[in-house]
């Protein structure tokens, strides 16, 4: 697992890069990226749905505004540093 978890990082690099060839934004990409996972993680939701509690609306804003905007932030600025780092490093 940890073999194959190097291997999909690493290709993470190259495949990110590539839309820089044609001009396209991190900002695009990173909506390219959470656009092709939202289908998996509906389904995920949707299996996990009946098997977990079910959180107040308090705690969604607790939960999701943090966790949205730190995923937004961490992706954005690998996005942006991966503009300026070669895919062979």
């Known amino acids: ?8 990082l690493s290709g993470k690099i190259v495949l990110v890069k590539l839309p ?4 396209v934004d991190a900002i695009d990409v990173l909506t390219l990226r959470m656009r092709a996972v939202l289908p998996l993680l ?14 107040s609306h308090t705690d969604w804003l607790g939960i999701a ?4 905007l730190d995923y937004y932030v961490a992706r954005m600025l690998d996005l942006i540093g991966l503009q300026y780092v070669s895919a062979g490093l």
Do not use: E, I, K
Not at 20 to 23: A, E, H, I, N
Not at 42 to 55: C, D, E, I, K, N
Not at 65 to 68: T, V
């Open 1 to 8: 697992m940890a073999a194959l978890g190097t291997v999909l």
């Open 20 to 23: 820089y060839r044609y001009g």
């Open 42 to 55: 509906a389904a995920v939701a949707l299996w996990t749905r009946s098997h977990t509690p079910r959180p």
């Open 65 to 68: 505004g943090p966790g949205l």
